[in-house]
């Protein structure tokens, strides 16, 4: 099994930045994906961006620009940074780890209002 711990979500003017972070503990495989999805009330959960432990990216239309995806290997953490942030935006974000099995964060919340 592999734990995510997340941090790094709050409140936030539209226009402005946060950065996420998830650490992965637990059986690590060497090869892995891991990735943010974002969820909102009534909505199914969407990808928002994924890194492979390779380093290839992939990312949502949505926030193509705007959004970074990074991973330290070392540390097992996966950062997401978040730029021009705009009020659709708003949703929880969960860490994604994929390698021989799947595990998810608990979420955290991310708010872009004025």
């Known amino acids: 099994q592999v734990q995510l711990v997340e941090s790094g979500g709050g409140l936030v003017q539209p226009g402005g930045s946060l950065r996420l972070s998830c650490a992965a503990s637990?059986?690590?495989?060497?090869?892995?994906?891991m990735g943010w999805h974002r969820q909102t009330p009534g909505k199914q959960r969407e990808l928002v961006a994924s890194?492979?432990?390779?380093?290839?990216?992939n990312y949502a239309d949505s926030v193509k620009g705007r959004f970074t995806i990074s991973r330290d290997n070392a540390k097992n953490t996966v950062f997401l940074q978040m730029n021009s942030l705009k009020p659709e935006d708003t949703a929880v974000y969960y860490c994604?780890?994929?390698?021989?099995?799947?595990?998810w964060g608990q979420g955290t919340q991310v708010t872009v209002s004025s």
């Open positions: 994604r780890y994929t390698g021989g099995f799947a595990s």
């Open positions: 637990g059986s690590i495989f060497r090869v892995n994906v």
């Open positions: 890194i492979t432990s390779g380093g290839s990216t």
